[in-house]
Antibody, heavy 115, light 107 residues
Framework: QVQLTESGPGLVHPSETLSLTCTVS????????VYWVRQPSGKGLEWMGR???????SYNSALKSRLSISRDTSKNQVFLKMNSLQTDDTGTYYC?????????WGQGVMVTVSS | DIQMTQSPSFLSASLGNSITITCHAS??????LAWYQQKSGNAPELLIY???SLQSGVPSRFSGSGSGTDYIFTISNLQPEDIATYYC?????????FGAGTKLELK
């Protein structure tokens, strides 16, 4: 069945770089686009960017200068890297599969930005 | 970017009652609207897509309607397991922005 699983460090220091991995199963990254969505603690959902099925990427304009999304189709993984982290980047980060529009989600990974 | 205005932000209702949430898009999204449920500590779950189509496995007490710029989400016969935060999201054109959410509580 379709599954997405996020992984990465729970704690990042201010000004450092966040690296997250989304490992998928049950579908192909060359057939479906995968998005990253984050949720600051106690707040709403914010889409961050996407890795399209054809390898193209798109980013939220507010994060574009700090964000990079890539993939390894042989490992069924999509990667997120965001630099210059600040305390307001604290929250839960999700990867989700595009399908009407997002039909499957990972369980999320909590990231705390703190010194 | 298309902006989504969702209201109310908070809603208190009794078991067995019906509730309604509205979402207004800043331009015509031609029915490309989804509704999600997010329970505390969990990822969002897709309930409704294309404004009124029920995702597989979702109870029929959930429904959606609307067109153009204005959309409505309804829960009939409110159940304890429906306590959650609900979000609308358009997907008419990239980027697919979300509404700010409606937190549903028991009265």
């Amino acid at each position: 069945q379709v599954q997405l699983t996020e992984s990465g460090p729970g704690l990042v220091h201010p000004s450092e770089t966040l690296s997250l991995t989304c490992t998928v199963s049950g579908f192909s990254l060359t057939g479906y686009s995968v998005y990253w969505v984050r949720q600051p603690s106690g707040k709403g959902l914010e889409w961050m960017g996407r890795m399209r099925y054809n390898g193209d990427t798109s980013y939220n304009s507010a994060l574009k200068s700090r964000l990079s999304i890539s993939r390894d189709t042989s490992k069924n993984q999509v990667f997120l890297k965001m630099n210059s982290l600040q305390t307001d980047d604290t929250g839960t980060y999700y990867c989700t599969r595009e399908g009407n529009p997002f039909d499957y989600w990972g369980q999320g990974v909590m990231v705390t930005v703190s010194s | 970017d298309i902006q989504m205005t969702q209201s109310p932000s908070f809603l208190s209702a009794s078991l067995g009652n019906s509730i309604t949430i509205t979402c207004h898009a800043s331009q015509n999204i031609k029915g490309w609207l989804a509704w999600y449920q997010q329970k505390s500590g969990n990822a969002p779950e897709l309930l409704i897509y294309k404004a009124s189509s029920l995702q597989s496995g979702v109870p029929s007490r959930f429904s959606g309607s609307g067109s153009g710029t204005d959309y409505i989400f309804t829960i009939s016969n409110l159940q304890p397991e429906d306590i959650a935060t609900y979000y609308c999201q358009h997907y008419q054109s990239f980027p697919y922005t979300f509404g700010a959410g409606t937190k549903l509580e028991l009265k």
